[in-house]
């Protein structure tokens, strides 16, 4: 059973940086991309960062966000990372990590990339 267990998330004050982490299990952790996406209330899913299965080639998407997140991975950890600085208000959305269909990072992320995600965490930015 494929399991995703994200932690780290939080109150932040504006300005401030965050590392969400990402403990994966029932899976070949090192054989596919993984992602990070956020979703605001009442708002879609952003896909803020995709990571290739060796963690070479990274993407960021979102507009608001690509100048400020670095996504990682130690696949002998089975762990993924991301780092999201200068954050904001708008920020502000449930964070959850993503087990990719593929090895790959995908030029149009979408959900049919998916397989598999967390339960999330909040991220809260508020001063």
């Known amino acids: 059973e494929v399991q995703l267990v994200e932690s780290g998330g939080g109150v932040v004050q504006p300005g401030e940086s965050l590392r969400l982490s990402c403990t994966a299990s029932g899976f070949t952790f090192g054989a596919f991309a993984m992602y990070w996406i956020r979703q605001a209330p009442g708002k879609e899913f952003e896909w803020v960062a995709q990571?290739?299965?060796?963690?070479?080639?990274?993407?960021y998407d979102d507009p608001s966000t690509k100048d400020r997140a670095t996504v990682s991975r130690v696949n002998a950890n089975k762990t993924l990372y991301l780092q999201l600085d200068r954050m904001t208000p708008e920020d502000t959305a449930v964070y959850y990590c993503a087990k990719g269909r593929y090895s790959g990072v995908q030029h149009i992320p979408q959900l049919r990339f998916i397989t598999d995600r967390g339960q999330g965490t909040q991220v809260t930015v508020s001063s």
């Open positions: 990571i290739d299965a060796g963690g070479g080639i990274v993407r």
